[in-house]
């Protein structure tokens, strides 16, 4: 096994390491910007009252003066929750890396190793078109099948972006719970998927690839390289859902606005019919990467009387279960093994759902 | 300018990040007038063949020195010894 200090695998890291730690101490720009963040951050709520009720005129109460100062409050919150978030998060991802992964889960044991790769699936960096190499790498150590699986589904159920929305319209204890939920669902899913032997269902040649022990410069970044990835990402992050937020919070002022309260209470509701979670899931399953704008919309229809738990279970569907991965994971995986993945994650998805409307 | 590299690859299944990275090595090799060969693979075997786990990667004469993410152009530089 090559260790992280290995030159012949870390000779690009190490050269622009070095080149960029010769330049200028970090530090006092990323304090500067938190303090602009911070500032902006506590103007928005007055600044949205001031523009909905001095600039345009509405009326406090009103359904429209309503609507319009719930958008211009929520843009811009969500809009700098996700930009300061993003920001953190990537920094404290900059240390974990799907190399790193491999190399703990490597000879582990299932249940314990289903544990700690849900666990690494939350932190590690990951983009779904990595699913397939990554599959592959973790396969080929010797990794068992349903460990690689948890790891598969923490990453995208636990998704950072959805989980700031749900911290910014819904407030921490709703935010704990989607990570609780969406680790506990990918230990569970994992062990499932591995108990029932599903070898066979892979295609064959990823059991005779032999993976190189690869590129590795998690451990040796710089500060400032560290922070330069975090602004790469929160640019890319913000270009990416910029538009989703601003429709997702525009249909969600519309129904914050002119919805009666507790008009979905009998659809959505806790004592709303048993099929209203598995409805709401498979609606979601086609919906991947609208989770910005789905946030907005699902806060509006949590106030107007739907369960939490129909709309967690919403959310993860919409996140955790995407199109693109799944054609992607085709390469590997043959179709009644997607068709399991895909059905099992669903059920466990739905069974959340049940589990927090009967709780909360 | 000129460089020792003369094969670079670009590693990714195909998604928007990894014609992201290709488009900026292009950028880079084309700006500085290189002669080396740019190449956009998809193929796992070679992925596992050079332990690529997160794309888009790029890789010097079947070397990995980035995997993972973006690169910015003036990393690319600094990597093929221009800046």
Redesign the interface.
Known sequence: MTSLADPS?T???A??GA?ARGAHNPWPGVALAGLLWTAAYSVVEPLSRWISHGLFGLPRGSHVGEAVAFFFYDVPKILLLLSGMIFIITVVRSFF???RA?RVLSGKRVGLGNVLAATLGIVT??????A???F??FV?SGIPLGVTFSFLIAAPVINEVALVLLFGMFGWRVAGLYVASGLAIAIVTGLVLGKLHLERYVEE?VWR???????D?TGELSWQERFS?AR?AVG?ILVKVWAYVLVGIGVGAAIHGYVPADALAGYMGKDGPWWSVPLVVLAALPLYSNAAGMAPVLQALVEKGAALGTALAFMMAVVGVSL?ETI?LR??LKPQLIAIFVGVVTVAIVLTGYLFNALL | MTTSVDVIEVL????A??FETLRVVRHVVDEAHLPCLVQKDES??R???????????VA?DG????????P?AQ?VR??LGLA
């Not at chain 1, 690839?209 to 590129?215: E, I, K, V, Y």
């Open positions: 695998t000779t690009g890291g050269g622009t080149a890396s799907a190399e491999r960096p990951f983009c779904s078109c990595s397939v190499p990554l592959i790498g080929e040649f690839t032999s993976f190189r022990d690869g590129h410069e990835q790469q890319e693109p992607l390469r590997v | 990714g299944p195909g998604c990040r990894c796992l075997e992925m596992a063949e050079l332990g690529v786990m997160r794309t888009p990667a010097f070397k990995v020195v980035l995997s993972g993410r973006i910015r990393e600094q990597l």
